[in-house]
């Protein structure tokens, strides 16, 4: 992993949702070292001539949240769309990830699209979207990792490996069935390329089958809350439409997960990791 990748970003809000992204991040930043930075998104025609009081009482917080959890903070305050903003300034830092809260799909969001997928498209870097505050458990002990025929899933296996040897995860892989001869071997050999590298990293795992593959969502959903999974991780649709924000693309369903467990959204060739380098069995990235 590019070494100059090592800060976790929070969106924050000042909600429960926020400070609920800040301790996921808190728990991560323990295993992993890393920076931790706070960014609050405001509207650039609801800060003129009151900016710098925003980031002085932005900075207080900071403090303030840095004392309560023992952990050096970092923040900032950017101006513009949140749907934007938080991506392009994901791209341009020293981002590894950003963690985001959400209160899933509901009212008006059931109609425009999810919000959190909004945010999430365009994003080089992977997002970690959360609904509750960490369990009690230190690390991620499962974790899902749905397969089905299409190239992006090489995308997502660097950071199962990541996150998986830094907390020593079992990682399920949820196979979609397929009828096709020919999506049948694509499938098969997303499935063998992700079972060599989990060898060849040390990380145990297990082989599950879906049902049905007009319902792989749902599935793989229920997969989840069966194996009591502690994160869930999708690529999100590639060249996703508006269509898609309104009739619902397949990872909304999942990201809005009503036992609101976490899911880590990759954007498909977006990834800013060299896969190779990721996945050789050595630690030193």
């Known amino acids: 992993m590019e070494k100059s990748r090592n800060t976790l970003l929070v969106t924050w809000d000042y909600t429960e949702m926020s400070e609920n992204a800040l301790l996921h991040a808190i728990r991560i930043g323990k295993h992993v070292n890393n920076n931790i930075r706070l960014v609050h998104i405001v509207e650039a025609a609801k800060v003129k001539n009151v900016l710098e009081k925003i980031e002085n009482e932005f900075q207080e917080k900071i403090d303030e949240l840095s004392k309560i959890y023992g952990y050096e903070l970092q923040g900032i305050v950017l101006t513009g769309s949140i749907f934007k903003r938080i991506a392009e300034y994901a791209n341009e830092t020293d981002a590894l990830m950003v963690i985001m809260g959400t209160h899933g799909i509901k009212g008006l969001q059931k109609y425009t699209g999810s919000w959190a997928l909004k945010v999430i498209v365009g994003s080089s870097v992977p997002f970690l979207v959360i609904q509750d505050k960490p369990s009690s458990k230190d690390r991620f002990n499962s974790i899902v990792f749905p397969i089905d025929f299409k190239a992006e899933n090489k995308e997502k296996l660097q950071w199962a490996i990541y996150l998986g040897k830094y907390f020593n995860s079992k990682v399920y892989l949820f196979k ?110």
């Open 176 to 285: 979609a069935p397929m009828t096709d001869k020919g999506l049948v071997k694509k499938v098969n050999r997303n499935l063998t390329f992700a079972v060599k590298f989990l060898i060849q990293n040390n990380l145990d795992y297990e082989i599950h089958t879906a049902k049905k593959s007009s319902k792989f969502a749902r599935e793989t959903l229920d997969f989840a809350i069966e194996k009591k999974a502690d994160l869930i991780l999708i690529t999100t649709t590639k060249n996703i439409s508006v269509a898609d924000y309104l009739l619902g693309a397949p990872e909304q369903y999942i990201i809005a997960n009503s036992n609101r467990i976490p899911v880590m959204c990759v954007n498909p060739r977006a990834a800013y990791i060299n896969v190779g380098q990721f996945m050789w069995g050595s630690r030193s990235f």
